[in-house]
Structures are given as structure tokens and as C-alpha cells.
């Protein structure tokens, strides 16, 4: 029987890489047959450039069913979210993917077969091939199991029992993947259920290929630097995760808000928590920004439709 496997592409601004993203995805697609067919949704968050244009081409001329939505508001935990929780389609097996990433042609029937091969595991990792850390990180992913934002796949169980628990990533929040694979390793209850490495089972043989940046290129160095300041809010939330599900009541204790989590992290002890610019600067200019932040408006919040494609 053939089961569905739905997945959810993520980007920001990548007129330049989603064309790409989504040939890599139907590649992938033709090896899975005859076991599963595919169902795409791509979500672009906070996107001003043509991306969703060519990425609604894209699924159109490659045959793949699915949808392209718009999310006003930049943010992939939230776009996760809608994913998991309102946009996905029932499925065997859902995959999250970058839109900046180009998954290797047997990169789902890996992940697949990682998962037949672990029924204790909730999730598959795969692996990067490319860039500068890529071997570090894949080292680092086989001793310590966890969720790579540019390619894992999730049971489609688990999808079923986090969205009837309400699990949800709070809006804003950078290592939305962590806590996502966080989630995973205590079976959805910190409370309840211990943290278990093999809850997430690593699939070395899958993996993806991105762009390597180059120092030279204006864009490239931008993107750079607000990824370092992005890691420097990440080290702050991390903290404050840690407190608020181990100290403050699991899972049920984090707010829908990831600024709020820093801002109140920090507030009840800002001699200690407070970033100093001469030791994290990046945390510094983060936590400056997320001071003077506004939480987002529902509006900006509700995705929009740009193409629905029902090919077969």
C-alpha cells in the first residue's frame, strides 16, 4: 500500500535556492516510489523577494502536489508550527527541510528505512555533507542524537499525539529544531518521561547540500553576521529553556512568546544574566533588539495561499 509522505519546506528570502530545494525534493520523490508518494508545503516566513512565485512554478512544472503559503511574520518555530499543527496533511512520515537545502536523491527512503530499523526512535536525523563544520557536526550528531533544521523526519504518530497535546514552539524562538527534538527525547512529557538519546536515530547515509558562503559577497557576510547574532539570542534562550522546563513545570511551563522567555529569564536575575558586551557581544546586540521588540500581530501571524497544486 502507498503510504503519504508530507513535507514541509522552510525559507526565508530564497529566490535563489528554492528552485533548486524543491527539484532535489522530487528526485528524492521518484526514488521513494513505489512505497510512498510526496505532498510539499512550502512556507516562506517574512519573505520580500520573488520566492514564492518561483517556488508555486517550481511545484507546478515538477508535478508535486501540494501548496506554497506566505507568512507575514519571520519566524521557522512558527512556521513549524503551522506546519505541524494546522497545514500537513495526514501522512506516514513528515519531513522538514530548509528551502536553502538540496537533499540527496535517497535522502527520504534513508530516513524511512532509519526509521522501520528503530521503532523506539520518534525521529530520523540526517546528516551534512557540505560546509566548513559539516564533519565536526556530523561526528558530534552520531554521539549526541538531535534535529538538524535542513533535513529530519518525524513519525507520523508523533506529529498526531504532539498536536493533540498542544506542544507548541513559542513564536520567535531561533532553535525552534532543539526544542522540537527536546519534545522528542522525553516522548513529548518532561514531567513524566526521561530524556533518551534513542528517541532520535541518526541516519549517517542521509543528508543535504547548501551554498558555501563566501566572505567576499556582500549578501553572503550580511547573512553571516545576523547568524551570529541569532546564535547569541540562541545561547540566551537555551538558558532560559532549561529554567522553564526544568524548574518551572515541563513543557506546559514555556510561554507562546520566546522574547517574553528571555526577557524574563534575564529580569529575575540581570546582574547574573544580563549579556555583557565585552563577554558574548552577539548576545548583547540580541537581547538590545529583543528589548525593544513588540510581539506580532495576529495578522502577521496567519498564512496565506499562493498556490495549491493537486497533481497526482
Aim: hydrophobic share 45%.
Amino acid at each position: 500500500m502507498t503510504e503519504l509522505w508530507s513535507i514541509g519546506v522552510f525559507g526565508r528570502n530564497e529566490a535563489a535556492r528554492i528552485g533548486a530545494c524543491l527539484r532535489a525534493i522530487a528526485r528524492a520523490g521518484q526514488q521513494a516510489a513505489p512505497r510512498a508518494r510526496l505532498h510539499v508545503t512550502v512556507l516562506l516566513n517574512g519573505t520580500t523577494d520573488d520566492s514564492p512565485a518561483l517556488a508555486a512554478t517550481a511545484l507546478r512544472e515538477l508535478g508535486l502536489a501540494g501548496a506554497v503559503y506566505q507568512v507575514p511574520h519571520g519566524c521557522k518555530s512558527h512556521a513549524l508550527n503551522l506546519f505541524l499543527h494546522e497545514l500537513r496533511p495526514p501522512a506516514a512520515m513528515y519531513v522538514c527541510i530548509d528551502a536553502y537545502a538540496e537533499i540527496q536523491p535517497d535522502a527520504l527512503v534513508r530516513l524511512a528505512a532509519r526509521l522501520d530499523a528503530s521503532p523506539q526512535a520518534l525521529a530520523a536525523a540526517a546528516v551534512p555533507s557540505s560546509g566548513r563544520s559539516a564533519a565536526a557536526l556530523r561526528q558530534g550528531m552520531l554521539q549526541y542524537p538531535g534535529l538538524h533544521g535542513s533535513l529530519f523526519a518525524l513519525r507520523g504518530s508523533v506529529v498526531a499525539r504532539l498536536a493533540e497535546a498542544g506542544l507548541r514552539l513559542p513564536v520567535g524562538l531561533y532553535r525552534g529544531d532543539g526544542l522540537l527534538g527536546a519534545f522528542l527525547m522525553h516522548d513529548l512529557d518532561a514531567a513524566r518521561h526521561d530524556w533518551e538519546w534513542a528517541r532520535v536515530a541518526v541516519e549517517p547515509e542521509a543528508s543535504w547540500t547548501t551554498p558555501q558562503w563566501q566572505p567576499w559577497r556582500l549578501r553572503d557576510l550580511r547573512r553571516h553576521l545576523h547568524r551570529l547574532v541569532r546564535q547569541g539570542r540562541g545561547r540566551l534562550e537555551s538558558a532560559a529553556l532549561r529554567q522553564a522546563i526544568y524548574q518551572g513545570g515541563g513543557f506546559a511551563a514555556l510561554p507562546v512568546d520566546a522574547d517574553r522567555l528571555v526577557r524574563d529569564w534575564v529580569a529575575a536575575d540581570p546582574a547574573a544574566r544580563r549579556p555583557r558586551p565585552w563577554r558574548d557581544p552577539f548576545a548583547w546586540l540580541a537581547f538590545a533588539g529583543l528589548r525593544q521588540a513588540s510581539a506580532p500581530s495576529p495578522a502577521a501571524l496567519r498564512p496565506s495561499l499562493v498556490l495549491r497544486n493537486d497533481a497526482a
